[in-house]
């Protein structure tokens, strides 16, 4: 019976953390929202990035920005140029590189039809690479957002 208790409990807490984890940024990611900051073609698939700060949506909403949060929000949509249909059972994954070198590895989590995750950009000249695999189909693609 105790142990019961326990194996509920575990579930009911991981309910609550996938719950919280996908929740994360606090957008509504019913709609595609942010600044599209690029879009390219790579191995057969669009790639299109939107890119949501995270303190600006704060003050907007009239919310305080929580400790720790980062600064902002990078979505990914890919969609399969001959079908057109966006290729939402992938993984992705972000390497940021701030100016000053400091790196965060993000994995992307779904969300949307697309793959989300938060990031911290620094002032200056960020690198990201991103990569992206589905299926058979795996796709690097590097870029910089520049956070003035
Ligand atoms: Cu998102």
């Known amino acids: 019976m105790f142990r019961k ?3 509920i409990a575990t579930a009911l807490l991981l ?3 996938a719950a919280a984890a996908m929740d994360h940024s606090g957008h509504n990611m019913k709609a ?3 600044k ?3 879009t390219v073609t790579l191995n057969g698939h669009r790639l299109e990035y939107r890119l949501i700060d995270m303190k600006e949506k704060a003050r907007q909403k009239g919310l305080k920005v929580a400790p720790g949060m980062k ?3 990078l979505m990914l949509y890919v969609i399969d140029e001959k079908s057109g249909k966006m290729v939402a059972d992938g993984r992705a994954g972000y390497l940021v590189t701030a100016p000053g070198g400091r790196v965060q590895k993000v994995m992307a989590m779904k969300m949307n039809m697309g793959y ?3 990031i911290d950009l620094a002032g200056g000249e960020n690198r ?4 992206f695999v589905a299926g058979g189909t795996k796709i690097v693609d590097e870029f910089t957002i520049s956070n003035q």
């Open 15 to 17: 309910a609550a953390t």
């Open 36 to 38: 599209k900051i690029r």
């Open 5 to 7: 208790i326990i194996v």
């Open 71 to 73: 600064s902002h929000h």
């Open 32 to 34: 595609p929202e942010g």
């Open 116 to 118: 989300g995750g938060d």
């Open 128 to 131: 990201v690479k991103v990569k």
